[in-house]
């Protein structure tokens, strides 16, 4: 018998219990209050739940309504999966289903944010949904204890998912190959990747900025490494960001031990738009 998996989208309190007792198992930390994401749901935001043979929820995603500037837009605060689950395609089919739901609501704009150093989230915003970011915050959240953030600044990066846009619906072609790779890195006595260089000069598209494979296990073994990942990179994302680059892509190292982001200049993307629209 074919296990079925199912995401649908979640309404009612009895659902949104299934949420919180994800919550515990991903984070082991305090879930979302209901009376929070039910009223989300009720005005505006998306949840949405990952079935396994229609009963047991393996995934989910919670999103909240956005609004800045005059522009309203769905703010995708979580997605979780949970860890007998991951590696199965799931991010993306929640990802996906939150877009198709998204545009039914009739948004065109999807926000979240995520870990600058976390490579198996990067590569699911950025090579699979094409979603797009240049605005780097510092410390986000501040301090928090859950097992994947606890004593590090919680940088993170606000991803753009323009879902009805030439970048998401054919993506920009990237010759990571032709990329300059202006950041070396080498290894540390105990076999991790130790970013040597962060300084930029010049201009250049595109240009490729590298992030371990693995940070939890260099956190959780070489602290300072970790720390010192998180700072020069922090460094030259912003500088980057500064100068007009965006992250459009990421690709994974042959080495195994560092992926690659691809940036290239904002405008590039402006352009393709513009000569998408008027096809």
Not at 27 to 47: D, F, R, V, Y
Not at 74 to 90: A, F, Q, T, V, Y
Not at 237 to 249: H, N, R
Not at 255 to 271: D, I, K, N, S
């Amino acid at each position: 018998m074919t296990s079925v998996i199912e995401v649908r989208v979640l309404k009612t309190a009895s659902d949104l219990k299934f949420i919180q007792k994800l919550e515990r198992e991903i984070w082991n930390m305090p879930p979302l209050p209901i009376h929070q994401t039910i009223t989300a749901a009720q005005n505006g935001g998306l949840l949405l739940g990952a079935f396994y043979d229609n009963e047991l929820m393996i995934g989910f995603n919670y999103g909240f309504a956005g609004f800045d500037k005059g522009k309203s837009y769905l703010c995708s605060h979580m997605l979780g999966i949970h860890p007998d689950h991951r590696d199965k395609g799931l991010g993306a089919l929640l990802k996906q289903k939150q877009k198709e739901s998204a545009s039914e609501m009739g948004y065109d704009l999807i926000t979240w944010t995520f870990d600058p150093l976390e490579s198996r989230n990067a590569y699911l915003n950025l090579s699979k949904l094409h979603a797009i970011c240049s605005t780097y915050v510092e410390n986000c959240y501040g301090d928090m204890e859950d097992s994947l953030n606890h004593g590090l600044p919680t940088d993170r990066l606000k991803v753009e998912w323009w879902i009805n846009s030439f970048h998401v619906k054919e993506s920009l072609q990237v010759e990571a190959e032709s990329a300059l790779n202006p950041f070396k890195w080498g290894v540390s006595d105990d076999s991790f990747p130790v970013l040597l260089s962060t300084g930029w000069e010049g201009a250049s598209d595109p240009v490729l900025v590298p992030i371990p494979a693995n940070f939890q296990t260099i956190k959780s073994q070489n602290y300072e490494l970790a720390r010192d990942w998180r700072y020069k990179t922090r460094e030259i994302l912003q500088t980057l960001f500064s100068q007009g680059y965006a992250l459009v892509d990421f690709i994974k190292g042959k080495e195994g031990l560092v992926h690659y982001y691809v940036l290239v200049q904002r405008h590039e993307l402006q352009l393709k738009q513009k000569r998408w629209e008027q096809i």
